[in-house]
């Protein structure tokens, strides 16, 4: 478990909830190595611009419709790359007519799908990045989705959509209680490859100290020689049975000899 | 007591035999592998035969080989792979002991030494553009006499000495727009002639000294249309060009350093001509033209005036012209009819002389003749005998001589695509599995001898003896299965559309069959799919495999699909199926009641087509209909999308078996900074014997052992060529895993400063991928294995003895993933071809990976050596587990060379089957050679080494019964002294 926490720690995760109508926001830093302070580079108004994409939903087979804003700081550093920041998302609740076909999804078991531009600078751009869930999965107390945006520089490279926990199969029927989205979104970036060890110092090191290396403990004497010890005392006990009935024979056999040689003799 | 003590000794040396030995002995070669050489299509071929001793052929073929050939068996006396990039544009044979190459568009000339093979020089031409290559070698037998062999390529006119390869001199001819056609040496000139078109309008022809390379004269003449590409060059001032509307002949003749053109309308030759085609046979004063399916010959006059001598069908191909005695030219023609092939020498100068026909059987299996290249002889009673060296549609190679087949090489096999395997027929009752160990005598003979080895009491002639017995050992080349699924077919498709069965006992080619179809002539086979196999209750049926081909090179070109019987290797059926193929998804165990495996095919234009067409496969896929998915992968574009099933496309067309998809995910990499470069997935039919991975401190892992997942490697655009052309701070390497039915990204790590290529292997839930470091200037391998959290809290015995635990519970791939990764990374010392990993029948032996290096060899490594669990320092317990201790490179151990001694020239890939044995697992390496061998990852701990001695066990046995019996009775024997005593 403790080697899961690096994980998340590297993933920077940041999950801002929202409720439908309003919008909370947490920002959060995409996973650059070199993270100057924060205060500094907010201050300067040149390297920070704002931007605004729209998320589009569609029903089924429909037309992909506006579902929603997210807006974020573009953050342009100095060596040329640019990271989106301060992620805000404001959701539209579903109107009248889109609950219809909302439920009509949930009865048929369909996909509920949604897009975002892959660029976000200058949406849209020439192609979308899509994600699509079955409808089923996404009513809980009210509508639960989950967005994981992999961003690569300013680039949506991809977005998985899902409600926050698990998602049953075979799938259930239910209608939600409120129709209101209960929203968490995150923004990834990529985890940098730690460098590949050199270990040849160490091995140096290693055989150097090799003379150094501890002997293991001593074993007692018993933990060695156990398994001489135990047939040795068997062909002992053995030994000692044998003699003892050796001398019981002796004597038997004798007086059985008697015996023999005075029958001999009645002959 | 000495009786048993004796029994006692044997009984050590008869375990002592018994054990099994990991790496392989000498007399080991050979016993489970073979290896087969080939040289791939041959494209030129050059007779040496003027001397006394050995007759060769020397040969360039299409996988870039240059080999000598015995003319008499066919064997290879020598052979050089030259590397993928290094295509031979021609070879020759200088100074009657040195075969020229020219090779890499013309910017590298070599000479090998002609009897050994031997490299005697090599020469890099400067090339400055993309050209025609020329290779031009005199003929001329005098050795002293200095000339130099001519050589055109990338813009320049080189000559070369053919003694030690020195360049004599060059000429530049990279003016704009000027291309050198033809470069000529009449014999004893010293002017060498090079005509070239400029813009394809304009002929210009220099004489060139060919001592020091000055331009002696130039002409040039325009000419009123354009000249194609075609040109055939039928004596020494005179060329024949095509016309840009393919229509017209020209004759140009350049005699004296004056240009002149004569034009002939191909429809004054023939009566209704189409476009024409210059074909390539060069023949002394006449040219071979293809009209209309037809080939015309056509006869160069003096004054180059054209007339047509002769027609002949299309299926006509022709040799060069031959020199034959009292300057005479030949040439041959052959030409199918039925079953049967014709082979026709005639006079070039009057094609009614005909001095050979021969009319040979051939294998209808082989298709038509593509190429013929002749070599004349002198037989005994003074006459010309011909041989011919045939290519085959198929790229065999044949010699005929004297209206028989006196070789035939199988080509085809060195340019295998895919690979399936098959089982092969159960043992019918009434063929005696003791049939091949005639009697009991030779059995125990055998047995004997086997004894005699392993005791080391066996002469050299009894050691001789018990080699050759194992080679041909209990029927290692039977045609039915065995107990232990060691005997197998492995079917290869070829890129010349050929399926070949070999048997993997010794390699032999069991059948082969060239593909057909009613749509076009012969399509190109795809790749090769298992279509039935048959289990259970169809046991009746002979399993089937599915070959997919299309009717042309591009991808939109209609698809054809074959169904070819594995055990007697008959085409079923074939049929064109009127879409194109993108895809071919088997879908994962969906089979029908006769064990046909369902399959989708996805078009160009986005439908799916479910195969096989039966109501019965439909049912099966309705059900399962809401939960099939695919995704495709655009790698120009960047982009992977995911796709789920829509509807019957009955809207559009009316065959219900069509379907429409829709898509449900995509995965945009962004141009400026992304490139794939590499995409894997689980191999679908592989075993995972146990879910869980239980580590040194008690604690349970569980694999996340999903089949949709894929791998992807991009690069940055920049860093998508060679090693080395970039700096580090420009390229870096990312690697993902994508769940495909969600589009999921689940692992994303970017690795600066690399590049590929990346060469992966994904197997069970991991994945180990190498590559190169930039930085540390090095190769690299990571590996990355994936587990399972959503079921980590099923540890507790009392929740699963209780049935409180989510194991059976059914997966969904939209449920949020929980899992995580671990990786490390290593260095590798090599560069590599391509990576495979072993797969056994239940997945319960550990696994090697098997890295096909530059070498061209392949080498196994324990999966141990990738485990991201190695640490510096591993405890007394994670030692005992087998954890390696960690060390920055991974090692190459010599014995641990799966290929020993051998070579698999042109490494391609390797291919895994399991066997029935669990220990064991059949590994097959194709490229222009084959190799395949048994490995047996952990050792085989299931079953008895080959020669393991029954006879010893049996005396054994004998002796131990006996010694008892005689025991018990010299006790009795004392008892009853002892009682009379």
């Given at each position: ?9 590297l993933?920077f995760?940041i ?16 996973a ?17 611009s ?5 998320l ?26 640019k ?24 009865k048929g ?22 994600a ?19 961003m690569?520089?300013?680039?949506v ?22 129709w ?8 990834k970036s990529?985890?940098q ?7 040849t ?8 100290a ?23 005392g ?7 049975t044998?003699?003892?009935?050796m ?17 001999a003799?009645?002959? | ?25 000498e ?9 087969q050489?080939y040289i ?15 007759k ?17 068996h ?28 020219l ?11 002609l009897?050994d ?7 890099s ?19 002293d ?9 990338g813009?320049y006119?080189?000559?070369?000495s053919?003694?030690d ?7 530049d ?19 060498v ?46 060329v024949?060009?095509?016309?840009s ?14 240009i ?13 001509s ?19 399916k037809?080939?015309?010959f ?13 027609s ?12 034959v005695a009292?300057d005479?030219v030949?040439f ?25 026909r021969?009319?040979i ?41 004297q209206g ?26 009434g ?6 160990e ?15 080895g392993?005791?080391l009491l066996?002469?050299p ?18 045609l039915t299965?065995d ?6 077919l492995?079917i290869a ?9 070999l ?32 289990h259970?209750?169809?046991?009746d049926?002979?399993?089937?495999v ?10 939109s070109s209609?698809?054809?699909l ?6 007697t ?7 064109d ?13 969906f ?10 095919i ?8 479910l195969?096989?067409?039966?109501p019965?496969?439909?049912g ?14 655009e ?15 009955a809207g559009e ?12 995910w ?12 590499s ?7 592989e ?11 008690q604690?349970?892992?569980y694999k996340y052992?999903s ?24 390229s ?34 991991w ?9 540390a ?6 590996v ?17 003895v ?6 059976t ?28 990993v072993?797969?056994?029948?239940k997945?319960i032996?550990s696994?090697q ?7 061209d ?9 990738v485990?991201p ?25 010599p014995?641990s060379?799966?290929t020993?001694?051998l ?7 390797i ?7 669990e ?9 222009v050679?084959?190799?395949y061998t048994?490995?047996?990852?952990s ?5 008895l ?9 049996l005396i054994?046995i004998?002796a131990?019964v006996a010694?008892?019996?005689i ?10 002294s002892?009682?009379w005593?």
């Open positions: 478990m403790a080697k899961l926490t690096p994980f998340f720690f993933s995760l999950i801002s909830s929202s409720l439908a109508f309003q919008s909370d926001e947490f920002g959060l830093e995409g650059q190595q070199q993270t100057p302070t924060t205060r500094k580079r907010y201050s300067d108004p040149d390297s920070d704002k931007v605004h994409f729209s589009e939903h569609a029903f089924g087979d429909s037309d992909f419709s506006p579902a929603g804003t997210f807006s974020a700081r573009l953050k342009s550093w100095s060596h040329g790359g990271t989106l920041t301060k992620l805000r998302f404001s959701r539209n609740g579903f109107s009248d007519e889109e609950k219809d076909t909302f439920k009509n999804l949930l078991d369909d996909f509920y799908r949604i897009r975002l531009p892959s660029n976000v600078i200058s949406p849209p751009g020439k192609e979308f990045v899509v699509s869930v079955r409808a089923r999965c996404l009513p809980r107390d009210g509508l639960d989705e989950h967005f994981v945006i992999h690569e520089g300013a680039n490279l991809a977005v998985s959509y899902g409600s926050l926990g698990a998602c049953q199969y075979p799938r259930q029927f239910k209608l939600p209680a409120k209101s989205f209960n929203s968490h979104t995150i923004l990529s985890e490859a730690p460098r590949t060890p050199i270990f110092e160490e091995i140096l090191g290693g055989e150097n090799e003379g150094e290396v501890e002997p293991p403990p001593e074993k007692s004497f018993w933990a060695k020689y156990w398994m001489y010890l135990i047939p040795l068997l062909v002992v006990m053995n030994a000692v044998q003699a003892t009935n001398a019981e024979e002796q004597t038997g056999g004798q007086a059985g000899g008697s015996q023999v040689q005075q029958s003799r009645r002959r | 007591m000495a009786m048993a003590l004796r029994l006692y000794l044997l009984l050590i040396v008869f375990v002592s035999s018994a054990i099994v030995s990991f790496s392989l002995y007399d080991q070669v050979g016993l489970m592998d073979w290896h050489r791939g299509k041959v494209k030129h071929a050059v007779f040496h035969t003027q001397k006394t001793g050995r060769r052929v020397i040969v360039s073929t299409e996988e870039n080989v240059v080999a000598s050939l015995d003319l008499r066919g064997e290879i006396f020598w052979r050089h792979v030259l590397g993928t990039k290094d295509a031979i544009d021609g070879v020759d044979i200088a100074l009657g002991k040195y075969v020229i190459t090779s890499s568009e013309g910017s590298m000339l070599r000479a090998w030494n009897p093979g031997q490299m005697v020089w090599e020469t031409l400067h090339s400055a553009q993309h050209s025609k290559s020329l290779l031009s070698v005199p003929v001329n037998l005098k050795f006499k200095d000339y130099s062999i001519l050589v055109f390529g813009g006119l080189h000559a070369v053919p003694i390869g020195e360049l004599l001199w060059k000429k001819f990279t003016a704009e727009g000027f291309e050198v056609q033809r470069v000529l040496q009449p014999l004893e000139s010293s002017i002639y090079v005509l070239g078109f400029l813009h394809s309008s304009e002929a210009i022809v220099y004489q060139i000294d060919s001592k020091s390379g000055e331009v002696v004269a130039e002409k040039s003449k325009a000419f009123p249309g354009r000249f194609s590409g075609e040109i055939s060059a039928v004596s020494n001032d005179k024949v060009v095509l016309d509307t393919r229509s017209i002949l020209v004759t140009i003749s350049f005699v004296d350093g004056e002149s053109f004569q034009k002939t309308l191909i429809s004054s030759l023939v009566e209704d189409g476009e024409a085609e210059i074909l390539s046979p060069l023949l002394s004063n006449m040219l071979a033209v293809k009209v209309n037809r080939t015309i056509v006869r160069v006059g003096d004054q180059g005036k054209l007339e047509m001598v002769d002949l069908s299309d299926e006509t191909a022709m040799s060069d012209s031959l020199p009292d005479q030949a041959a023609s052959v030409h199918h009819e039925g079953s049967k092939i014709h082979l026709t020498v005639k006079l070039v100068d009057d094609l009614d002389t005909v001095l050979l021969e009319s059987q051939m294998d209808q299996h082989r298709g038509r003749v593509d190429r013929v290249f002749i070599n004349n002889y002198i037989k005994t009673d003074r006459s010309n005998g011909f041989r011919a060296l045939i290519v085959m549609e198929d790229h065999s190679l044949l010699l005929l001589q028989a087949i006196v070789w035939s090489r199988e080509e085809g096999l060195a340019s295998v695509t895919d690979v399936t395997t098959a089982e092969l027929p159960v043992e019918k009752d063929v005696s599995v003791a049939k091949v005639h009697t009991l005598v030779d059995w125990l003979k055998g047995h004997i001898l086997k004894l005699k392993s005791l066996a002469s002639e009894d050691v001789v003896a018990i080699q050759e017995m194992r080679m041909k050992s209990s029927g290692r080349s039977k299965r107990h232990n699924g060691f005997r197998k492995f498709l070829t890129r010349a559309g050929k399926l070949f069965a048997h993997t006992g010794d390699g032999r080619i069991v059948w082969s069959t060239l593909l057909n179809s009613p749509a076009c002539a012969r399509p190109s086979g795809i790749s090769l799919y298992q279509w039935q196999v048959p259970h209750h169809a046991m049926e002979n399993p089937s599915l070959v997919v081909g299309r009717c042309g090179s591009d991808s209609p698809g054809v074959s169904f070819v019987d594995v055990y290797g008959k085409e079923i059926s074939s049929s199926i009127g879409h194109s193929v993108v895809q071919v998804m088997p879908l994962p165990l089979t029908d009641s006769t064990e046909q495996r369902l399959h989708l996805a078009d160009t234009d986005g439908h799916v087509h195969y096989p067409k039966t019965e496969a439909l099966i896929f309705q059900r399962e209909f809401q939960n099939v998915y695919w995704y495709n992968v790698g120009d574009d960047g982009i992977i999308r995911g796709h789920g099933m829509k509807s019957s496309c067309t009316a065959d219900e078996y069509c379907f429409t998809t829709r898509e449900l995509t995965v945009v990499f962004p141009s400026e900074s992304e490139k794939i470069i995409t894997l997935t689980r191999k679908p039919n075993v995972v014997h146990t879910q869980a991975k239980v580590s040194t401190d604690d349970v892992l052992v089949r949709n997942l894929l791998f992807v490697a991009t690069v940055s655009p920049k860093g998508a060529g060679e090693i080395g052309s970039v700096t580090p701070e420009e870096a390497l990312v690697v993902y895993l994508i769940d495909t039915v969600t589009g999921r990204i689940l692992h994303r790590l970017s690795h600066q400063g690399c590049q590929g290529p990346v060469h992966a292997v994904f197997s069970e839930n994945v180990v991928y190498h590559y190169f470091n930039l930085r200037h090095k190769y690299e391998v990571t990355v294995e994936i587990y399972d959290q959503s079921r980590a809290e099923n540890k507790n015995v009392w929740k699963l209780l049935g409180k635990h989510n194991l519970a059914p997966i969904s791939s939209y449920s949020r993933p929980e899992m995580f990764t671990k990786s490390q990374s290593y260095f590798f010392p090599q560069s590599v071809k391509t990576i495979a072993t797969s056994t029948a997945g032996t696994k990976l098997l890295i096909g290096t530059i070498g060899q392949i080498l196994a490594l324990d999966k141990r050596f485990d669990r190695r640490t510096l320092n591993p405890s007394q317990a994670e030692k005992e587990e087998g954890i390696i201790p960690l060390t920055d490179s991974l090692p190459i151990i014995q060379y799966i020993h001694s070579k698999v020239e042109g490494l391609r890939g291919v895994t089957a399991p066997a029935k044995l220990s064991t697992t059949h590994v097959f390496a194709y490229g050679d084959l190799f048994r490995l047996a990852p050792k085989t701990y299931d079953s080494t080959d020669d393991f001695s029954y006879a010893l066990l054994t004998v131990l010694a008892i019996y025991t018990w009775a010299l006790s009795e024997k004392k008892e009853l002892e009682k005593r």
